[in-house]
């Protein structure tokens, strides 16, 4: 089951909060600020609705009012009391009132705060669907460790039962496309003193190496090269005895697949339904079988020779001789898969075991299912197991 990155969720958090503030803003209550003007000329309006209609003048005497009224009016004699004020702003109203009555209504003004709170929520919701949607896909497909340019590739590696984890493994950045990419699994050898630093310091050399190349080298002259500097540097770091490790690799550029090996780990090829090993390994079982083929010996004798499974080349030997390699590159297409492995896997599961488990998945979730049938053997002393899956 796929399972989000701390990345991931944080940026899935981050788009939720987004649209949470925006949705709040947008919800929030507009205070109206009422228009001084609007207010004004609808008081005035509405006085001089509720005017009283005209009468007749009353017959009592107001001269003494009237005296008082000439004398707090303003010289210019424009008004002349407070009915004729009031008929003023009557006139006023409905003149201003006739001006709008062909004009449709007034459109009102565009809030900018609540279009822009809006289009924040748009963009923060429809980021935490599309983040939704690629999570989905991942977890119904099997989320690849890595992808570029449909390269995708998962792996899996676990100790067993050992004391110590003498494998390891590397590959290069994948969206390097001019450079290609390499792929590396090495084994130390549990038998010779620092097994587990010797491999690393093979997949380091391999990696370091790669990286530093210009690109335009011959691949299958690159991982020869690799090959014998990384067996001398080996032999220089030997401090108790002789330091050992195998080591599988391959460069993937352009659909094109290259190999190199050394040792007993394996490099096989998925495509259309068949597991097909690539490489040949340098242990006794194969000079064995070899001389079983000729008539040396029998192919009983061949099976059950107790030195059947030792090395017979491996990266700090003294003379490296035995390489096995492709000068011709393997042409790859789509759906093919590649692996690389230890002999802590295919020396648990058998072909047809491991080929059910790489058919029925992508490179992730077929790495989980792969370790977790290695673990459900439950071999007493399980052997570090290691592999490297990718899918074109």
């Known amino acids: 089951m796929a399972q989000l990155t701390k990345r991931t969720a944080a940026v899935i958090v981050a788009f939720?909060?987004?649209?949470?503030?925006?949705?709040q803003s947008?919800?929030?209550?507009?205070?109206?600020?009422?228009?001084?003007s609007v207010t004004t000329t609808s008081l005035s309006a509405t006085s001089a609705q509720t005017l009283p209609e005209?009468?007749?003048?009353?017959?009592?005497?107001?001269?003494?009012?009237?005296?008082?009224?000439?004398?707090?009016?303003?010289?210019?004699?424009?008004?002349?009391?407070?009915?004729?004020a009031d008929q003023l702003d009557e006139t006023t109203t409905q003149e201003d009132s006739s001006n709008h009555d062909g004009d449709d209504d007034p459109v009102p003004p565009i809030d900018m705060v609540r279009v822009i709170c809006i289009a924040v929520a748009t963009v923060a919701l429809l980021g935490l669907t599309i983040m939704l949607i690629l999570y989905l896909r991942r977890k119904r497909q099997g989320k690849p460790v890595t992808?570029?340019?449909g390269l995708q590739v998962g792996n899996l590696h676990h100790i067993g039962q050992r004391g110590s984890q003498q494998d390891s493994f590397g590959m290069s950045n994948i969206s390097d496309q001019a450079r290609g990419v390499l792929a590396v699994v090495a084994d130390g050898i549990g038998g010779l003193a620092g097994?587990?630093?010797?491999?690393?310091?093979?997949?380091?050399?391999?990696?370091?190496?790669?990286?530093?190349?210009?690109?335009?080298?011959d691949p299958a002259e690159q991982l020869l090269r690799m090959s014998m500097s990384a067996n001398n540097l080996a032999r220089r770091?030997?401090?108790?005895?002789?330091?050992?490790?195998?080591?599988?690799?391959?460069?993937?550029k352009n659909n094109q697949l290259w190999f190199v090996s050394v040792g007993d780990s394996r490099i096989y090829l998925l495509r259309d339904g068949a597991l097909v090993q690539l490489n040949r390994e340098h242990t006794m079982a194969s000079q064995l079988d070899e001389d079983a083929a000729r008539g040396r010996i029998t192919v009983q004798e061949a099976r059950s020779d107790k030195q059947r499974g030792a090395l017979t080349s491996f990266i700090g030997i003294d003379n490296l001789r035995l390489i096995d390699r492709n000068?011709?590159?393997?042409?790859?297409?789509?759906?093919?898969?590649?692996?690389?492995?230890?002999?802590?896997?295919?020396?648990?599961l058998n072909d047809?075991?491991?080929?059910?488990?790489?058919t029925a998945a992508g490179p992730y979730e077929a790495s989980v299912n792969l370790e977790q049938a290695v673990l459900a053997k439950a071999k007493p002393k399980q052997d570090n197991f290691t592999a490297i899956i990718m899918e074109v």
């Open 16 to 23: 939720v909060l987004l649209a949470a503030v925006a949705l």
């Open 26 to 36: 947008c919800s929030a209550p507009e205070e109206i600020v009422p228009d001084p």
């Open 54 to 84: 005209e009468t007749e003048p009353d017959p009592i005497d107001h001269s003494e009012e009237s005296a008082q009224q000439d004398e707090s009016q303003p010289e210019n004699g424009l008004i002349k009391d407070r009915e004729d």
């Open 147 to 149: 992808k570029s340019a």
């Open 195 to 217: 097994g587990a630093e010797i491999s690393s310091i093979v997949t380091s050399h391999f990696l370091q190496n790669f990286t530093a190349s210009s690109g335009g080298l």
């Open 237 to 252: 770091n030997a401090h108790d005895g002789i330091n050992g490790s195998t080591v599988v690799a391959v460069i993937l």
């Open 327 to 348: 000068l011709q590159p393997i042409q790859v297409k789509s759906g093919d898969k590649i692996l690389l492995m230890t002999d802590g896997v295919f020396g648990t």
């Open 352 to 358: 047809e075991e491991m080929m059910a488990i790489l």
